[in-house]
């Protein structure tokens, strides 16, 4: 009755007709973009029909078809519905994404998807043609970098992989300063650093509590001083507070309590350091002083020292978790020990010196390196045949808890490369391959140079290992991205995981995403850059900065803004 009412008041008629013909718009409108979602849907299932059949390139095809329907789809729809389209098409687009990294993963080539409000989900990648096509497994060589793929305004850059600053190596006098004797440069990392490590150490040196208010734990601290002062005055040697305590002059002798005294000739060495400016030469300023030391050794150490090194760390810890019944063998590439029979070593190193060639062809070492030299030395593997002992060996010798799930890891510095794993009775070669994949790669990746993140290793390694090695189903790997996703949202800046303040399990993750980036198709070159100016000499963070033309931290800040996906823009409140 109130139609009728309306329709019979002088003027209306003209009224009523355009709201009878905006209402019939709308819904021919709505109805349109109702069935461009449903035919973006059907194509998309062809491609998950396709995938299944292992027709990957197929799969991209379809993948391709039904986001360009869902383009013109949403390029068809008008302003104020597109809200509530897009609001429909939320699940879809969630499926289209994952498809999307799912066939990547798969080696297939694919142009980015967009939906028509100018919001991308991938960056423009150089180099990627806009035809779906299968990438040749050795060949992915596309000459682009991370530089040219992102926005200049998120990025640092500086040079690409083709015109890379020569950069000082790591052996070089300006990366870690002359040894003693040599120029007659006293050097903090080789020759001060070990010196206050041996004898502060505990109560300035990586002691829990800080005596004095002096934390020796890095050079900032010690160039700082304690609650008594300067402890070092650069020029003053024989007047600067660490050599007169460690003399016993101008108060109490350092170290206290009985404990052995410096020798002269040590506090001497400190003495022409001071006086010769009290310099920092670490590969990294602001390094702990064992990690500086550490590198300083390694950097300067030969095959033998670092193998004897090696399995001096080796026997003190496997002492720890299995006193009795322990083993040990050497393989081409290893030094295989735990609680079992030598012949079962010698074939746990036989499986992993095999495994060594995939290893090798993906991140070699310099031309004419031996094999016993590829980790910088032989790599150790502790293998333990009961879940319990390899958790203890993390407890007793990590000073860590794993999570339950863990059957394998590794852990690398600048001197030590190991990878600890349970190894039962009834494991076969391929159960073995699979859980050595990620701790090898990670290792290769660990010992291109002393200075090398380990959270980068270990998600460089289980990047490969899920690529080349393991067989991942598709729930596995859906569970990967969804985990993937969920630490990148986590993470607020680069530094939650450059300084691992996220989770042990998003740590992870992240990194795997992280490394996945690094070696995606236009990228590829830039990683093998990286590889050969570490293998060369070069440390890590310069090896990365002239490979990929940004810093470590400007790459993950980038990666994390894409991963995050566009931040909604707010609708007007009405």
Partial sequence: MSFLRISSQPGTSCVLAWMVVFCLAYDATAQTATEGLATAKDQLAKAAVAYRNREYVAAGQALVTASSTL?????????????????QASDLLSRMRNAHVMLQLEGVRLPPIRIDDGTAWWQEEPGVAPEVAMLPGAELDPDASLASSLPEKEMEATATSDDAPAMASS?????????????GMVSFVRDVAPVLIEHCGGCHVGGGQVRGGLNMNTFAGLMRGGDEGDTVIAGSGDESGLVLRMRGEGGDLMPPGGRPRVPEESIQLISRWIDQGAKDDAVRPGQDLKTASMQAWASSATTDQRNERRRQHADESIRMVAPDGVATVESDHFLVIGPMTERRLQEIGKVADGQMKVVRSVIPAASGTDKGEYFRGRATLFVFPRPYEYAEFSKMVEQRSIPAQWVSHFRSDAILAYASLVVTPDLDDEGLRNRLAGPLFSMAMATRAADVPEWLAGGVGESIANDRVRKLDRDSRSRLLAAQRDAAIAARNASDLLQQRLPAQQVDALSIAVAGAMMAPPRRRGF????????AGQPFESSFQGAYGVTVESFVDAFLKWAKGPTPTPSPQR
């Avoid at 383009?71 to 597109?82: D, K």
């Avoid at 093998?528 to 293998?535: A, G, V, W, Y």
């Fill in 171 to 183: 052996n070089d006098d300006s990366a870690t300063g002359d040894a003693e004797g040599e120029s």
């Fill in 528 to 535: 093998q850059t990286m590889i050969r100016q570490m293998n």
């Fill in 71 to 87: 383009h013109a789809t949403l390029a068809e729809t008008e302003p104020a519905q597109r809200e509530a389209v897009l609001e």
